[in-house]
Nanobody, 122 residues
Framework: QVQLVESGGGLVQSGDSLRLSCSASGRTFSVSAMGWFRQAPGKEREFLTA????????FYADSVKGRFTISRDNAKNTVYLQMHSLKPEDTAVYRC???????????????WGRGTQVTVSS
């Protein structure tokens, strides 16, 4: 099993920046990718971004491309989500997830953190 713990959420204003962290523990040797998802009330879960653990290849959804950056720290078993130019529509629960498969396939992510709330005010 893999355990994931997110941190860094909070309340910010439009245009602000925020960095989320996700630390992994357990059977991390089996993880091939980590990613970030979000879900707002009344909305579908959205696959935001992902990074391949072995070679660092990345994916970004159009909604966050150019504003959000995913990165990794192999030594700390941690993945980050750096968010810039935040908008009210970014308000959601953000969850990190780990995959044993291809980093681009959302359904491959089988390990999940509990989530952290990000709220962006106007």
């Amino acid at each position: 099993q893999v355990q994931l713990v997110e941190s860094g959420g909070g309340l910010v204003q439009s245009g602000d920046s925020l960095r989320l962290s996700c630390s992994a523990s357990g059977r991390t040797f089996s993880v091939s990718a980590m990613g970030w998802f979000r879900q707002a009330p009344g909305k579908e879960r959205e696959f935001l971004t992902a990074i391949s653990w072995s070679d660092g290849r990345t994916f970004y959804a159009d909604s966050v491309k150019g504003r959000f950056t995913i990165s990794r720290d192999n030594a700390k078993n941690t993945v980050y989500l750096q968010m810039h130019s935040l908008k009210p529509e970014d308000t959601a629960v953000y969850r990190c997830a780990a995959s044993r498969g291809n980093y681009l396939v959302a359904t491959n992510y089988g390990y999940w953190g509990r989530g952290t709330q990000v709220t962006v005010s106007s």
